[in-house]
């Protein structure tokens, strides 16, 4: 079965503490993997793709085939990174439908 | 101004009562989706459409049902049979070969 694993509801740093967002994925076949952040009182919205290999507001995320994981990592958090974070794979079977995890809160402390 | 827009933002429902959640897009969006987000749980497929007249299952549509008559609205009805419908309820949109989504802001339905 495809499934999202976020193993931490919440993950709470100071300000300019690294962060990582842990995600595991079980897929069987090439994964799709994406985040995607819902900031207070806003929409959720896509934060990266893994096939873009691209840095969003510092955010980069690599996909560990061997792992199976797909963690969200920022070397220096600052406040406004404080959200809900999920973790998504692009399910197979020739319907585009994401996946989601359950999703980590950040918070970020000043 | 385009997008993806959600009505109501807060609905209540009578114990036996169906309520119809309205999702309308000007994206212009083959692909759209219903999701469910509860604490802790994260977001969970209600159902989805690729085309018009055309919808599928997803993983908890039970209690649930859709229509897809226009490419613009798919509005969601949470049926009698739902027992446990309190929930956030977000609308999302997808362009054909792309696999990003568009989310509306959401519908919080509660019980009375």
């Known amino acids: 079965a495809q499934r999202v694993t976020q193993p931490e509801k919440l993950l709470s740093v100071f300000k300019g503490a690294p962060v990582e967002l842990k995600c595991n994925y079980s897929?069987?076949?090439?994964?799709?993997l994406f985040w995607y952040v819902q900031y207070s009182r806003q929409r959720l919205q896509l934060l990266l793709r893994?096939?873009s290999r691209e840095s969003i507001k510092g955010f980069t995320a690599d996909l560990n085939k061997g792992e199976t994981s797909f963690h969200l990592k920022k070397p220096f958090a600052q406040e406004e990174d404080s959200a809900m974070y999920y973790c998504?794979?692009?399910?197979?079977?020739?319907?585009?439908?994401?996946?989601f995890g359950a999703g980590t809160r950040l918070a970020v402390h000043p | 101004d385009g997008g993806i827009t959600q009505s109501p933002k807060y609905l209540f429902r009578k114990e036996g009562q169906n309520v119809t959640l309205s999702c309308e897009q000007n994206l212009n969006h083959d692909a759209m989706y219903w999701y469910r987000q509860d604490p802790g749980q994260g977001l969970r497929l209600i159902y989805y459409?690729?085309?018009?007249?055309?919808?599928q299952k997803g993983d908890i549509a039970e209690g649930y049902s859709v229509s897809r008559e226009k490419k613009e609205s798919f509005p969601l009805t949470v049926t009698s049979a739902q027992k446990n419908p309190t929930a956030f309820y977000l609308c999302a949109s997808r362009d054909r070969g792309s696999e990003k989504l568009f989310f509306g802001s959401g519908t919080q339905l509660s019980v009375l």
């Open positions: 897929y069987s076949g090439s994964p799709e």
């Open positions: 998504a794979i692009l399910s197979s079977g020739g319907y585009n439908k994401l996946i």
């Open positions: 459409s690729q085309i018009v007249n055309d919808f």
């Open positions: 893994h096939i």
